[in-house]
């Protein structure tokens, strides 16, 4: 199992926003989590990922095997988690292309991040921001600042392709994106699948999901699994709205 989630209970300040929540994601799979708005999928994400502020009060999280609570999100990072976030942070005086190039650096070890070790990785970059419709310029540009929301999602993409992650979860990748862009995103998700990769595919709509079929679907609701299934949970949902989903419960 690539990434298993055990039991866990997260709270933010005051307020606990996952109780109890446990699904596993498998190689080769994409495991949908779909949820209304404020249901907890991207304090999930953020869970994984180690992000500060998202306190763990019960429950384990592990990647093959084993666990990474005690991990600093950079770790978790290089051990082969990658999140691309609901809404990606602007970091002014950083390039697009630096950071790529920086992080590529990193996971191959290299102490020195700026410096393009391997001029491979900048061909790389090139042909998956054309293959993305990234304007080249786009990695000229300071990261996330001014960019539209299409082109912050195919920018995280671009980076979910280039970094080769065991894991890829992705926060809401079609919030914001037209059908041309949707039928791309789908097309990334299905080929990370194809890779071999476990991907966490976030959710609000199933409309994506017409276009990747997931293996297994799980429904969050007030922080809490709800519903567990497979890919026609999603298209129930779809139809009938997510009071569906606490009928179909855990069959
Ligand atoms: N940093 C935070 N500070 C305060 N409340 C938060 C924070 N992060 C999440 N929450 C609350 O936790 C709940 C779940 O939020 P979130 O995980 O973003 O849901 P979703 O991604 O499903 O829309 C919401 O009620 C939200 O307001
Ligand atoms: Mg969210």
Known sequence: MALEVKGLSVRVRDKVVLKGVSLSVRYGTVHAVMGPNGSGKSSL????????????????????GESILGLETHERALRGIYLAMQDPPALPGVRFGTLVVAASNKRLGEAELTRVKDPSVIRSMRALASELGLAPELLQREVNVGFSGGERK???LLQAALLKPKVVILDEP???????????VAEYIRRFREEGRAVMLITHYARLLKHVVPDEVTVLI??????????????????????????????
Do not use: N, P, Q
Not at 46 to 64: A, C, F, K, N, Q
Not at 174 to 184: C, R
Not at 237 to 250: L, N, Q, S
């Open 45 to 64: 994400a953020y869970t994984i990922m180690g992000r500060e502020g998202y306190e763990v009060m019960e429950g384990d999280i592990l990647l093959d």
């Open 174 to 184: 079609d919030s914001g994106l037209d059908v041309d862009g949707i039928k791309k």
């Open 222 to 251: 007030g922080g809490e699994v709800v519903a567990r299934g497979g890919a026609e949970l999603a298209f129930a949902i779809e139809e009938k709205g997510y009071a569906i989903a606490k009928e179909w419960g855990m069959k």
């Open 154 to 156: 195919r920018s995280e």
